[in-house]
């Protein structure tokens, strides 16, 4: 296999599985039931996939002002690789229920470790079933893999003081949340409804039509309107909690435009300190 990077289809996944250089990793997952995406998985998954919880194994929720889903330690993040049995130069790829949301936030950890092929299964679980593909109630055993930590690139994370430097310095801040959360009209889970002032409003889902990526020149096309000619290495993502963030951020790759870093504390994070200014309307 040549190598997926940003998106793979159902179809010529399925044809791989099988191969030993291929890990299979469910993220599916609801925040309001956190149980639930692995109790699905345990019921059915894709043959061989192993299950990543957000919050046990994505985030690292002992961290404190870092937002609902904090990044996670490199050392630990690269241990549980090792239990999954993903070492450096496999294929991975990551599904969900099926807009990508939760599986980007993987693909996103494993590209800022220079982990090169993973991708996203477009469409996620519920495509793969209504393509009748083969799934699997059987629990993987998988064979332990050495992962050597390694630490996650600095440059592509961005912390709340850099986001306002970047901002102060005409860069692009890309917040992925719905347009009524991003303009402060509601707010079901944070405590403080609103946007941080200078940010773009890129809801996740508009990267999206019936449940798939958009066509990468689409994107192209959407994201240069929306950037005003500003290249990929200016532009920061962030959303609630630092995970449909990573779902622009594939978008963004998928269309060509490549270096844009994440602020894994997002909104959450920075509400956390109330000096923080705070601004609603579009």
Known sequence: M???????????????????????????????????????WRVAHLPGAVYAHLERDLSDMRRRGEGRHPWPQAEAFTA??????????????????????????????????????????????????????????????????????????????????????????????????????FRGEEEPIDRIAGHVPGARNRPYADNLAQGRFKPPAQLADEFRALLGGQPGERVVAMCGSGVTACHNLLALERAGIRGARLYPGSWSGWISDPARPVATGP
Request: aromatic share 8%; with cysteine; proline share 7%.
């Open 2 to 40: 040549a190598g997926w990077t940003t998106l793979v289809q159902p179809e010529p996944l399925a044809l791989a599985l099988g191969r030993a250089d291929l890990a299979l990793v469910d993220c599916r997952f609801a925040l309001a039931d956190p149980a639930a995406g692995e109790q699905a």
């Open 80 to 181: 549980r690789l090792g239990q999954w049995g993903i070492a450096p130069g496999m294929q991975v790829v990551a599904y969900d229920d099926g807009d990508g949301a939760f599986a980007a936030r993987l693909w996103f950890l494993l590209r800022t470790l220079g982990h090169e092929k993973v991708a996203v299964l477009d469409g996620g679980w519920s495509r793969w079933v209504a393509l009748g593909l083969p799934v699997s109630s059987s629990a993987p055993a998988p064979v332990p893999a050495t992962y050597p930590a390694r630490a996650f690139d600095a440059a592509r994370l961005c912390d709340a003081d850099q986001v306002a430097a970047h901002l102060a310095a005409g860069g692009v801040v890309l917040d992925a949340r719905a347009p009524a959360r």
